[in-house]
């Protein structure tokens, strides 16, 4: 790795200062997981490397009072696994948040570096664009609120700008009574990023018709994508197992993954089909 | 460029003078000579160079000394007590939890951490826990029985 300098500012007005000053020669840092790796393979070079870990009131989690959970962006991803409030209010996150890589990387990563990263194979993001989140990037200037669904423009690019920190994740609560899941299909080991995977939420009435439905994939294309074809094919309709197939079948044209390791593009979207198909089956069984 | 750090390591205060870009598992083996705790991997996957930093697992292949500044850290060396093995380093031995050794630092301090946060886990919760500690001599039976031994040992210990 190249040498380097470190800061570590104490404040997000101390690190819009550095941020400023030091310009594209920076990049900002918080657990470092995937930016520490990126400078060891020399992929980024910055001159300045500007820590987040010591800006103080970053890693909290508490209710807006709204129906939203604030989480601070320095939270780590093991604190949405473990935290209370989380695994009660928001139970699709934190058990997404569990089905990241291993325990000790959770402890390192953090939630708010995650999202900015802007790897399409990670596994929050599916799932906090199907509960409609949004990250709050803030600057010198003021602080502007962005969908998650709007966070990811191409691969490992976001719309986060120069001289702006995320700085938390507002993540509303499901419908109540709507189920959810987030289903990973890991056919090589346990703590890899998905082959595909898929973040389902399904609110249905008592008569099983569809009032509302969100399905999102993961690791399918170059950023997170939204299956609107096929949530338009279900919402509105009775969740049967036939209307549930046809839905699913759209979901082969609504993705475009890459060839890699995991598996070729065709298999994949083959697979997003399937898994699109248990996620919304699994997720109608779990509501109510 | 040169950074002042201080570390605590096992108890110890030490105030060191480390490049930015000096890894945690460097400045542990290097600037301290704690050789312990081994780089395996490089890329913070196979868990062989864990240590807790603030009581929280880490990979320190993957840790940037200058981010462990202040921080309280423990390595493997860390673990026994007044010449007493920790209960996990002493059920490693009665239960063929190593062959090679080289992955051993790192699973020990990994099982410590979980019953450190789970005292009594299911074998399914060892499992899902010990999975980022790679054993490429496979000995995987014999760390499930080490970590299901050390947890009732201290748990008898404890009562």
């Known amino acids: 790795m190249i040498d380097f300098e470190f800061h570590s500012p104490t404040s997000l007005d101390e690190a819009f200062g550095l941020m400023d000053q030091y310009g594209d020669d920076a990049q900002v840092m918080s657990g470092g ?256 | 460029m040169d950074h002042r750090i201080r570390l605590k390591v096992n108890g110890a205060d030490h105030d060191l003078e480390v490049p930015a870009r000096r890894m945690l598992v460097d400045c542990l083996r290097y600037d301290l000579g704690l050789t312990g705790t081994k780089e395996g991997c490089s890329v913070g996957v196979c868990g062989a160079c864990t240590v807790l930093v603030d009581g929280q697992m880490v990979a320190s292949c993957i840790t940037l000394a200058v981010t462990a500044d202040g921080a309280d850290i423990t390595t493997v060396e860390g673990l026994a007590q007044d010449g007493k093995l920790h209960p996990v380093q002493q059920a490693f031995i009665d239960h063929g939890g190593f062959q090679c050794g080289i992955c051993t630092p790192g699973q020990v301090i990994t099982a410590k951490a979980l019953l450190d946060v789970n005292p009594d886990p299911t074998e399914e919760e060892i499992k899902d826990w010990m999975m980022g500690n790679l054993c490429r001599c496979t000995g995987y039976y014999g760390i499930l029985e080490s970590v299901k031994n050390a947890a009732r040992t201290s748990q008898e210990a404890g009562r």
């Open chain 1, 33 to 288: 997981t995937a930016l520490v790796l990126m400078m060891k393979q020399r992929l980024v070079q910055p001159e300045h490397v500007i820590g987040l870990r010591k800006i103080a009131g970053l890693s909290s989690i508490a209710s807006d009072g709204n129906g939203a959970v604030r989480v601070g962006a320095l939270c780590t991803q093991r604190q949405m696994e473990t935290d209370p409030l989380v695994r009660q209010s928001l139970p699709l996150v934190a058990d997404t948040y569990s089905k990241v890589a291993t325990v000790r990387i959770r402890s390192m990563s953090t939630v708010g570096g995650g999202l900015v990263h802007g790897d399409p194979n990670q596994d929050p993001p599916p799932t906090l664009i199907a509960l409609g989140a949004s990250v709050v990037l803030s600057s010198k200037g003021g602080e502007r609120v962005v969908p998650v669904e709007d966070l990811f423009i191409d691969y490992f690019e976001t719309d986060v700008q120069p001289g702006e920190i995320l700085t938390s994740v507002l993540i509303p609560h499901a419908p109540a009574g709507s189920g959810a899941v987030y289903t990973k299909f890991l056919p090589r080991t346990a703590d890899d990023y998905a082959t595909v995977s898929v973040a389902a939420i399904v609110d249905a009435d008592e008569n099983n018709n569809c009032r509302d439905i969100r399905i999102v994939l993961g690791a399918s294309g170059v950023t997170p994508i939204r299956a609107k074809e096929a949530e338009a094919l279900l919402r509105q309709r009775p969740l049967t197992e036939e209307n549930i197939r046809a839905s699913a079948a759209t979901v082969k044209d609504a993705v475009d993954p890459l060839d890699d390791f995991r598996g070729s593009a065709d298999y994949k979207r083959q697979m997003a089909e399937v898994f699109t198909r248990r996620a919304v089956t699994q997720a109608i069984a779990s509501g109510r």
